[in-house]
């Protein structure tokens, strides 16, 4: 589908009061900042993505729809009418959406015009669970996780494993085997370091990433079951759960950002990448920061 095609709907955002938990150092957050509810009413709201200028793509997965959130025009429009229930997220260094398909059990690829391509959908002769988060890497090697939610889903592959897409595409690589639940991912920016949480087991882990795209040295990285995750400039972690926690880079947590819904995942975006958007039950937010991502 066209960008000209789309439907753009004019939202106004409003500022939300709510509780903002600093622990130790410089704030990562702008002074006086609050959380701002950029839109709401929708189903549920996941996955962000952010764009090479700043704007976001999120989904609202009940209702199987991805949206395109302009952040110079503040408009929002559909990108993809019926997105297989997609919720993870990233856009790679083309400019296409990478996609977690739930209904379908793929990894998939939409340009900018809408057009749809399928990077991987079988392991071992079967197809993946419900892919559920991804971190694309400097290489291009994509990262995703593998876990069951839904009572409409189940089991397919031996377990709820994480994989890695090769760069060139070519192969599927069983990376990680030994989690409950795997649900966000997140990795950093020189490409060393992965961070993957169990959510059933409550854990955050980190690895050393292999030449290859394996993984090497688990190490319990922090104590805390969550959904999606985030990194800044400094290496600080961001996840969340009932609300965003934020770790530094030695898992020690500095602060705690309370949202007005429980919000699901998150991703720095706006043409400085200094504000955090948030998605969150039936709404969508923002909230300005002293720290970027990348």
């Not at 952010?50 to 793509?57: E, K, R």
């Not at 392991?123 to 559920?132: H, S, V, W």
């Not at 760069?167 to 961070?195: C, E, R, W």
Request: hydrophobic letters at 40%.
């Amino acid at each position: 589908m066209s960008m000209k095609r789309f439907l753009f709907i004019f939202c106004c955002v409003a500022a939300v009061l709510t509780s903002l938990e600093s622990f130790a150092g410089d704030s990562i957050i702008a002074t006086n900042a609050q959380i701002e509810k950029v839109v709401d009413g929708f189903g549920f709201t996941e996955g962000p993505a952010v764009t090479a200028n700043g704007d976001i793509y999120f989904v609202d997965d009940p209702n199987s729809k991805i949206y395109f959130w302009s952040v110079a025009d503040r408009k929002l429009s559909v990108f993809v009418e019926q997105s297989a229930h997609a919720n993870g997220m990233y856009v790679n260094q083309n400019g296409d959406l990478v996609v977690c398909e739930g209904e379908t059990g793929s990894v998939v690829s939409y340009d900018k015009s809408g057009k749809r391509t399928v990077l991987a959908s079988v392991f071992d002769g079967k197809r993946f669970n419900k892919p559920n988060d991804l971190w694309i890497d400097p290489k291009g090697g994509i990262y995703f996780t593998d876990p069951v939610y839904g009572k409409d889903y189940k089991v397919i592959q031996d377990g709820e494993h994480v994989y890695y897409i090769l760069p060139d595409k070519s192969n599927v690589l069983k990376v990680v085997a030994d989690m409950v639940k795997p649900n966000g991912i997140i990795g950093t920016p020189d490409g060393k370091l992965l961070y993957i949480t169990d959510q059933v087991a409550g854990k955050v882990w980190r690895y050393n990433i292999q030449p290859d795209g394996t993984l090497s040295d688990k190490t319990l990285f922090a104590n805390i079951g969550v959904d999606g995750m985030t990194i800044d400039n400094r290496g600080n972690v961001y996840v969340t759960a009932d609300q965003i926690y934020v770790f530094d880079t030695n898992g020690k947590e500095i602060q705690r950002i309370k949202v007005p819904e429980v919000p699901a995942n998150i991703c720095f975006g706006g043409k400085d990448r200094k504000t955090l958007y948030i998605t969150a039950g039936k709404g969508f937010y923002r909230l300005a920061m002293n720290v970027h991502g990348y």
